[in-house]
């Protein structure tokens, strides 16, 4: 939370600061919508190799989460915690898929169901305790694609491995697509004289 007693001047610069993180955002974005473009494409072909791709963007995305808990000093603590939680889900699954990759192929529906639908929850209420963050409305809606996304997987477990690669491709792209236009609202931020 902003201090109520800080000047224009001191929020203007956090907001800069919060802004020169757009890059990072961005290259993260753009890694994920070409892996979701790469899924889509060949998904009979890149099963086996999604798993291990996925394992390893889960991973990279937990440490990138966890990283964010523990420098944002501007959320409160409980959405730090939120934050903390998720991205340490994504390390343990992200590492779970790394080292039994044949055992999560047959598990895969489980797993990715399970983690779309908390980190949809988590992404939804962490952006909606919070209405004047920016990219808000960008969160709502990742939590509620996530949520929906993991909720189907759940409620469809006897779809195939091809099916799940595709929707899972899909929802990389519109993840990546998404984590792009946030990162365009930070630089914004960073960019915009106040």
Not at 90 to 114: C, K, N
Not at 137 to 163: D, H, N, S
């Amino acid at each position: 939370m902003v201090d109520p007693t800080m000047s224009k001047s001191e929020k203007d610069d956090i907001l800069r600061v919060i802004g020169r993180s757009w890059g990072s955002v961005l290259v993260f974005g753009i890694a994920t919508l070409v892996l979701g473009v790469l899924v889509v494409l060949r998904p009979v072909a890149t099963i086996y190799g999604f798993a291990i791709l996925l394992g390893i963007w889960l991973f990279v995305s937990g440490l990138f989460r966890l990283v964010m808990a523990i420098a944002d000093e501007h959320d409160s603590g409980a959405t730090r915690v939120l934050i903390a939680l998720l991205g340490l889900l994504s390390v343990i699954v992200g590492v779970f898929f790394l080292r039994h990759t044949y055992e999560t192929l047959s598990s895969l529906a489980f797993l990715i169901g399970l983690f779309w639908i908390v980190g949809g929850i988590i992404e939804f209420f962490s952006a909606y305790i919070h209405p004047r963050s920016p990219g808000r409305g960008i969160r709502i809606g990742m939590g509620l694609l996530g949520f929906a996304a993991g909720v189907v997987t759940l409620v469809v477990p006897g779809i195939t491995l091809v099916t799940l690669a595709t929707i899972m491709g899909i929802w990389l792209i519109i993840y990546g697509v998404l984590q792009i236009a946030t990162s365009l609202a930070l630089r914004s931020l960073a960019a915009s004289p106040r």
